[in-house]
């Protein structure tokens, strides 16, 4: 090895070894606290993200920041058009910036901000400017009158573990799972909150969480829970939050502490508080333990389902656990304050709290015998989703086989070439220095105006509308992956501009070539990390450029749903797109519906199987529709057009709908299902079925895919006795992706739209 080369190599590995270094000290545990990274320059910000410091990793993140009484920030932004900037890498690692002007006078109380969270070790700098100051990218933290900044290490919440906020006690959830002789921590994130201020005031500030938990120690933060702060759980819970709900002794206190809950709960007038007999709780989870008697608050009969009855002590029937369906989401109501005696020292109350949260709690890995096998990466049936959109008509990759061939010809021809041409018939082997680029070149050229340019913009999305008449709601997902031939920077955003998302709109909620649209939160989709298949890279990608994420918001605390309805939107501004790539962006709405459901289903005794008849209240026909009770599902007409009405809904064939889901059929004397293939990604109606009924299907036992990315499309714990659901296809988009202000031709787009209206069943005796 010559001398040259060996001090080159000295250099290259001095070079990377403080490479390595200073990404370690970068990246390092300490630096995720805010009081070991924080960043004056010419005044202080005191800045909180998240719930109680926890967020959910590709979520909205709340994010709460005020000027600090003596900074120099703290009288710049009395001024109206101080401009506050927010920096963090979306899932893909591209520097992602939200700006945003502050209202004068905003310094008196703390200013909120949402923005999607980065992958674990991203980057979050929050930068106040003075108006009218200008900034460049390499200068914004010197021009700031104020910046802090840290790295989104702790309290990060993995798609993996379930998340809890708990409004006072928790309830034991956070010691679940625990174990302090082992160092390991509890199974459930819990978000503690203590005061109102950590929490979110827009119903997307709970974007990720799986349980909101409200007992008799949160009264002091229920009263002091501005008007915004409840409309958002009370709009999170209908759009299909989950919400447990301690009414004991104290019942009526944290009641009045709280009017929202009225809307959630349906008590109205202040209830009376009576004793208990403990006898029902013992025997609902075999205590070990006696309790003694308590007091508790008598909750209407006709409330929800009764999960648990007990009696008082004068004998008389009383619920103690009871689920009530609101909306689209859940509120479990127990009789008890399960954080004051005699169940806060109670050995088994944990038991109790899993008993009446049924698969919150999770459990040990399902041990499947059948492993299909499949050598996926992917971990999430998001993953599995995500391969089965990001395929494009025209942008296929060449496969080995042509690129062997192509080989082959251009050695072909150059051997030949340079053989009987250069050296037999011209004798001059120097031409060779010419005739092989020339070669080269031509045969490349060839292959360019045979293979074509670059394939233009493609989209594959997929959107899910669902509504619920009976109380005049309605959510919209879509998912969608962006491709690019080339290079490009576009601004991308998701439009709800469909006639089952409009027809509620008010006119002045945004316009879209003439008509109404409902205000949709688009926001970069992309996890890093096992997710989507990939691996867990803490830092940024410098090959991309910054692109900014443009938020509006309106008036979350108005009372009238319409305005809520439109009040927030967000769209992506000049992102980057790497040549043969794609980019998934996804949107979130709430929209008013306001066509009533003309529905007359009544439950057959004894039986799965319904009677009477109903009306598709949808705008558009519901192409391929089946009608889903409990486990029985009704295969309707391929096309049920607007308005149109199924007349005896027991003469449409019924069949088992977990066998559907299953592909479940009779042998001889069994069973069988198909295993599911957790390596097709071509099946886009198949993986949607298992999608949007997840549990029904079995979950992760049947799948050996886990769901929380996308459990709140599951609708499984809506087939209940008093509900159904219709669900099927519509052929015309609900939500549309534009690419620079306008959407794309339709040979461009593939999209599907299924959509679900929750209609009520009238049952002649209580579930069982």
């Known amino acids: 090895m010559t001398a040259p080369l060996i001090r080159l190599l000295l250099v290259l590995s001095l070079a990377w070894g403080g490479f390595s270094a200073g990404a370690l000290a970068e990246y390092s545990p300490t630096a995720g606290r805010p009081s070991d990274d924080l960043k004056v320059r010419h005044g202080d910000l005191e800045v909180r993200y998240g719930i109680d410091g926890r967020y959910r990793i590709g979520r909205w993140m709340p994010i709460h920041l005020r000027p600090t009484a003596e900074s120099a920030g703290a009288a710049d932004i009395e001024a109206a058009g101080a401009r506050l900037e927010i920096e963090t890498l979306d899932g893909d690692g591209v520097r992602l910036v939200q700006s945003s002007e502050v209202a004068a006078g905003a310094d008196s109380q703390a200013i909120t901000r949402y923005l999607p969270a980065g992958p674990l070790g991203a980057p979050l700098e929050v930068r106040l400017f003075a108006p009218d100051s200008v900034s460049t990218p390499s200068s914004a933290s010197d021009a700031a009158v104020a910046s802090w900044r840290t790295r989104l290490i702790r309290g990060g919440v993995p798609i993996s573990r379930p998340w809890t906020v708990a409004v006072g006690n928790p309830l034991g959830l956070d010691a679940i799972g625990r174990n302090e002789l082992l160092g390991t921590a509890g199974s459930i994130e819990v978000s503690k909150v203590g005061e109102a201020a950590a929490l979110p005031d827009a119903w997307y500030g709970y974007d990720g969480v799986d349980l909101v938990v409200v007992s008799r120690s949160g009264q002091p933060v229920l009263a002091a829970m501005s008007d915004a702060q409840g409309r958002a759980v009370v709009d999170w819970v209908r759009g299909g939050g989950n919400l447990l709900l301690t009414l004991g002794e104290s019942g009526p206190e944290t009641l009045a502490a709280a009017g929202w809950l009225a809307e959630l709960t349906g008590i109205e007038e202040r209830p009376p508080v009576v004793p208990a007999d403990p006898a029902a709780i013992e025997s609902f989870v075999v205590a070990r333990d006696a309790i003694r008697s308590f007091n508790t608050t008598r909750l209407p009969a006709d409330l929800g389902t009764v999960l648990l009855a007990g009696r008082s002590n004068d004998r008389r029937s009383l619920p103690l656990v009871v689920r009530r369906s609101v909306g689209l989401g859940v509120v479990t109501i127990v009789a008890a304050d399960l954080d004051a005696p005699p169940f806060v020292d109670w050995k088994q109350r944990d038991d109790f709290v899993e008993r009446i949260l049924p698969g919150f709690v999770p459990g040990r890995s399902p ?402």
């Open 367 to 768: 041990r499947n015998e059948q492993r299909s096998g499949a050598d996926v990466r992917y971990s999430e049936l998001a993953g599995q989703l995500r391969s089965t959109l990001d395929r494009f008509a025209g942008a296929d990759r060449a496969r080995f086989s042509l690129v062997a061939a192509l080989l082959l010809i251009v050695i072909g021809v150059i051997g030949p070439l340079d053989y009987f041409l250069v050296n037999r018939w011209l004798g001059r082997p120097w031409f060779g220095w010419i005739s092989f680029p020339l070669t080269i070149v031509l045969v490349s050229a060839a292959i360019l105006l045979w293979r074509g340019t670059a394939v233009d913009h493609r989209v594959r999305q997929i959107s899910v509308i669902d509504v619920e008449p009976a109380s005049g709601l309605g959510r919209g997902f879509s998912w969608a992956q962006v491709y690019s031939g080339q290079a490009d920077r576009v601004d991308l955003e998701i439009v709800a501009n469909g006639a089952v998302v409009t027809e509620g709109v008010t006119e002045g909620a945004g316009t879209a070539q003439g008509r109404s649209v409902a205000a949709t939160l688009t926001s970069p989709w992309g996890y890093a990390g096992e997710i989507f298949g990939g691996i867990q890279v803490a830092g940024e990608d410098v090959r991309l450029p910054a692109y900014a994420i443009d938020m509006r918001r309106g008036n979350e605390a108005s009372g009238a749903e319409t305005d809520r309805a439109a009040a927030s939107g967000a769209r992506l501004e000049q992102v980057p797109l790497a040549p043969l790539s794609s980019k998934g962006i996804a949107a979130r709405w709430r929209f008013p519906f306001t066509r009533e459901a003309a529905v007359d289903l009544r439950r057959q005794p004894g039986s799965d199987l319904l009677t009477g008849s109903f009306v598709n209240p949808l705008p558009e026909d519901l192409l391929e529709g089946v009608l889903i009770y409990r486990n029985t599902i009704f295969l309707l007409p391929t096309r049920i057009p607007s308005g149109g009405r199924i007349a005896a809904i027991e003469a449409v064939q019924a069949k088992n709908f977990r066998w559907r889901l299953n592909r479940r059929q009779a042998a001889e004397n069994s069973t069988q299902s198909e295993p599911w293939n957790r390596a097709d990604d071509r099946d886009l109606a198949r993986l949607m079925e298992i999608v949007l009924f997840y549990q029904t299907a079995g979950g992760e036992q049947y799948t050996e895919l886990s769901n929380r990315t996308l459990a709140d499309l599951d609708l499984s714990h809506l087939l209940t006795s008093d509900r159904a659901v219709l669900m099927g296809r519509v052929a015309a988009p609900q939500a549309t992706v534009w690419v620079d202000g306008q959407p794309l031709e339709s040979e461009q787009v593939e999209a599907e739209t299924y959509v679900r209206v929750v209609l009520q069943v009238e049952t002649s005796q209580p579930d069982q």
